[in-house]
């Protein structure tokens, strides 16, 4: 049944209800009417008149005139007003003695007889009066117990409504609501069942054919979703580099066939497990994961039946929620670059640049000392022209030789074969003895060199190495300085080191190079490049092995601060 029709069923009976209680007082209410107008017009009447008669009687027998005529009126509108069984006779009784009377006024007999009847009928009426009394207390008290039942029911019925139609009204809509609710959680597979076969049957129907339609979307979805898992894994597992997936909790969500190989583990091992867990048996996942999150950039692994070289690197995973603003961490990928074939090709480089610069250094020692032996004049005596050729070659040599002395430091640098040899030193002797190594080079610029406060304590150094790189300052001062100008030297003790810093009055530094003068062949673009850039890259290796630091400070057309700081011995 329909909820419309079933409001109007019970509104409809509400009303019906009403429409019959109003019926049943109003009966009653007529009914009593009807029993008290019948005792007045039938019976109180009746008394009148016949109060009315007798008082005319009395007058009668004192000589009133107009008696008579009362008399008559009231017997009269008596003769009108028979209601009582017996009345009619009683009343012609009276007449007839009364018309007796007329003729013989004097008739005592007929008087009496007048009067008896006109009490008999009053006597019949107040007979009457007092049955209709309790007829009409008795229709009341019928009335009362009819009402009050009638009542009764209208109440029960009624609130039986008002308990009921709310809550078969209220009851599906809030399974509906509830349904929805969970259809909004994903739950496709919720349902409603409501009894009726009305709306709500149709309504839950409706929801129903919804909810299988958003289920069968869902599971098509879910289907897209794992092939393009499938692609996605397919994809990983055919990188040549290892990639491993793990989210915000340390899970190892994925890892594609290449990580699982230089891992040497199986899917099983490691997918869903905990990294942590994976990790204690496992050394390189110790490395990756687990105790340096961030370690080392490159890797070295065996693999491919070969050491190979990979470069970590750790992607960061952040999603931004539907509806929300704020993007949340949900893990991240460990990707490692095998870039084993760019250091074959670094180590090749290396290597040929490790021999070449080994094997240019003996012809150019010889060319040195042939150089000596023509500056000597026992090998004959050299004019001017030629003096400053031989000058021009000697410098040229002694560039030559700075040049393949770097290259070699660096390629042994670049294979890992520094050897220090550590030992207390004084700092003076470091600057004195690289001072005198710059001195002809500064000489030649007629640039000054002044020392200062060099009662440090002894550093713990490799005497060699930090003077070359104390040279290496020194040369670079030099050369970026102007003609005429004046380099300090000076150290200090800072806490547990000694800083030592050389300060020139050159060109300085662009602010924009300052942080990449230190990298690999890098040199200050715009200038002469008489050098391989390789100097200040092999002094903070010499440095940084040695337990120090190293930095500059410059300004442009000022002038430039190098400084190393190395440990107290
Ligand atoms: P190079 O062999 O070119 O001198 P370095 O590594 O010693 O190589 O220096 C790198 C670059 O830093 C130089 O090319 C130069 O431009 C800049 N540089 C080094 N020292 C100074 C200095 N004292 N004043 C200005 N520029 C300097």
């Given at each position: 049944m329909k909820t419309k029709t079933k409001l109007n069923l019970a509104v409809g009976l509400l009303l019906a209800l009403i429409l019959l209680l109003t019926i049943l007082s109003a009966f009653y209410i007529f009914a009593i009417k009807r029993d008290t107008e019948n005792i007045l017009k039938a019976n109180y009447n009746t008394l009148e008149y016949s109060r009315q008669m007798l008082s005319a009687l009395d007058g009668l027998n004192s000589g009133n005139v107009g008696a008579i005529a009362i008399f008559e009126e009231n017997l009269a509108k008596q003769l009108g007003n028979i209601t009582e069984a017996g009345e009619e006779n009683a009343t012609m009784d009276v007449k007839r003695n009364f018309s007796g009377l007329l003729q013989n006024p004097d008739d005592l007999v007929a008087k009496a007889n007048i009067r008896q009847g006109i009490f008999e009928v009053m006597k019949l009426n107040m007979d009457a009066l007092k049955k209709k009394s309790e007829l009409a207390k008795s229709t009341a008290e019928t009335a009362n117990w009819v009402i009050a039942i009638a009542g009764t029911l209208c109440f029960l019925i009624a609130f039986n409504l008002m308990v009921n139609l709310p809550h078969h009204i209220a009851n599906p809509i809030r399974e509906l609501t509830d349904s929805i609710r969970q259809i909004a959680k994903g739950n496709y597979k919720e349902r409603v069942h409501f009894d009726s076969n009305g709306e709500f049957g149709d309504l839950a129907n409706s929801f129903n054919v919804m909810a299988q339609k958003l289920e069968e979307f869902s599971e098509s979805n879910l289907n897209k979703l794992l092939v393009e898992k499938k692609r996605i894994e397919a994809l990983l597992d055919n990188m040549h580099d290892p990639v491993i997936g793990l989210d915000n909790g340390g899970t190892i969500l994925s890892a594609n066939e290449e990580a699982l190989k230089v891992m040497g583990l199986t899917a099983s091992d490691a997918i869903g497990k905990q990294a942590s867990d994976v990790a204690r048996k496992n050394d390189l996942l110790q490395s990756l994961i687990?105790?340096?999150?961030?370690?080392?950039a490159v890797i070295k692994i065996f693999a491919d039946g070969k050491e190979s070289y990979f470069e970590r690197e750790n992607v960061a995973i952040s999603i931004t929620p539907t509806g929300e603003k704020d993007a949340i961490a949900i893990g991240n990928f460990i990707i490692l670059r095998n870039i084993t074939a760019f250091k074959e090709l670094d180590f090749a480089k290396t290597n040929f640049i490790a021999t070449v610069s080994h094997e240019l250094k003996t012809p150019i020692a010889a060319i040195k000392f042939s150089l000596k032996l023509l500056e000597n004049p026992t090998t004959g005596s050299l004019n001017d022209d030629q003096r400053n050729l031989v000058e021009s070659i000697a410098d040229d040599s002694r560039r030559l030789l700075k040049i393949t002395g770097e290259l070699l430091e660096m390629s042994q640098l670049e294979t890992g074969n520094i050897q220090l040899a550590m030992g207390k030193c004084a700092v003076s002797d470091i600057v004195t003895m690289a001072v005198e190594a710059v001195r002809t080079q500064a000489e030649q610029k007629r640039v000054s060199i002044a020392t200062d406060n060099l009662e440090v304590p002894e550093i713990r150094a490799d005497k060699d190495k930090t003077s070359w790189v104390l040279i290496n300052f020194l040369t670079n001062a030099i050369r970026y300085s102007h003609e005429n100008s004046g380099i300090s030297i000076w150290a200090q003790r800072e806490d547990q080191f000694v800083l030592l810093s050389v300060k020139d009055n050159g060109q300085g530094i662009d602010k924009n190079y300052q942080s990449r003068i230190f990298d690999r062949y890098f040199q200050v673009p715009g200038r002469s490049k008489s050098g391989t850039g390789l100097g200040l890259a092999i002094s903070r290796e010499f440095i940084e092995a040695q337990g120090g630091s190293i930095g500059v400070e410059s300004n442009l057309g000022l002038g430039s601060r190098f400084w190393f700081k190395l440990p107290v011995g």
């Open positions: 687990v105790s340096k999150p961030n370690g080392p």
